[in-house]
């Protein structure tokens, strides 16, 4: 039997593995691991800063980031409006400061309610972006943090396109653009971005110095990546200020 290169591998018993189909990330899914591990980057970075912290990660997926999040954070809520990600997040993962909802992000959540809302590659699919991030203002507690992250519509889409060809978002963002949609709902807003590092950053070189003609050359495209792409790891993105219209993605860090 030809084995789907779409399906998740290998889940613990009873858990429904999902299938990739553009709209979310998953892990598990070896073609999928570079697009994986850089969302997972930005989840252990933000984890790294929510520690003892009461969070929501909105918009959760298949729940892999939720999970990382109650590492270190007091508790945490997973919410999923869709069905199928939100029975797998619930039976995946399990921890006495984890739960998973099931609702959309728009209407969700109480006054005061979290120190900290993420909210990671997700804006660009909402319709009304500036009335979401006024939500969220309205519920994280004084003092609270906002991570809200993008793509960055300078590096995603063809060079003086607006829009990639992802038939999931409605709108991508410059960082220019990033920034004053964030601002328009809090009173400070830090852009970060996500870039590559280690072996992504020789790659990246690599394919500056023609890369692609050597490998279809030799004929070694698939042995190389089939090899390349499952190693790579979170330690081979980057979260820095600095070369935002270089950046892969964009993350707002949004108080006040």
Not at 70 to 88: D, F, I, K, M
Not at 96 to 105: K, S
Not at 182 to 192: I, K, N, T, Y
Request: proline share 6%; hydrophobic share 40%; aromatic share 8%.
């Amino acid at each position: 039997m030809a084995l789907n290169l779409h399906i998740q591998r290998d889940q613990p018993p009873g858990v429904p593995p999902l299938e990739l189909t553009g709209e979310r990330t998953l892990p598990d899914v070896p073609a999928e691991n570079y697009w994986f591990r850089r969302h997972l980057a930005v989840y252990e970075w933000i984890a790294a800063r929510v520690t003892g912290r009461r969070v929501i990660d909105m918009a959760c997926g298949e729940g892999y980031g939720s999970d990382l999040l109650a590492r270190t954070a007091a508790s945490v809520v997973g919410l999923e409006a869709n069905p199928q990600a939100y029975e797998h997040a619930r039976l995946r993962y399990r921890a006495p400061n984890l739960c998973f909802e099931r609702g959309v992000v728009e209407g969700y959540g109480e006054s005061n309610a979290y120190d900290a809302i993420v909210f990671l590659q997700t804006i660009e699919h909402v319709h009304d972006p500036g009335a979401v991030l006024e939500h969220f203002r309205s519920i994280l507690a004084p003092g609270g943090v906002a991570y809200v992250s993008t793509p960055n519509v300078l590096t995603l889409a063809p060079p003086g396109a607006t829009k990639s060809g992802n038939p999931w978002h409605l709108k991508e963002y410059r960082p220019e653009e990033f920034t004053e949609l964030c601002a328009s709902a809090f009173a400070e807003v830090e852009l970060l971005g996500v870039l590559h590092a280690r072996k992504l950053r020789a790659h990246e070189l690599a394919l500056k110095l023609g890369w692609d003609k050597i490998h279809t050359g030799l004929g070694v495209t698939s042995a190389f990546y089939d090899r390349f792409t499952p190693a790579i790891a979170t330690r081979d993105f980057a979260v820095r200020t600095g070369g935002l219209h270089s950046a892969l993605d964009l993350l707002a860090i949004c108080r006040g």
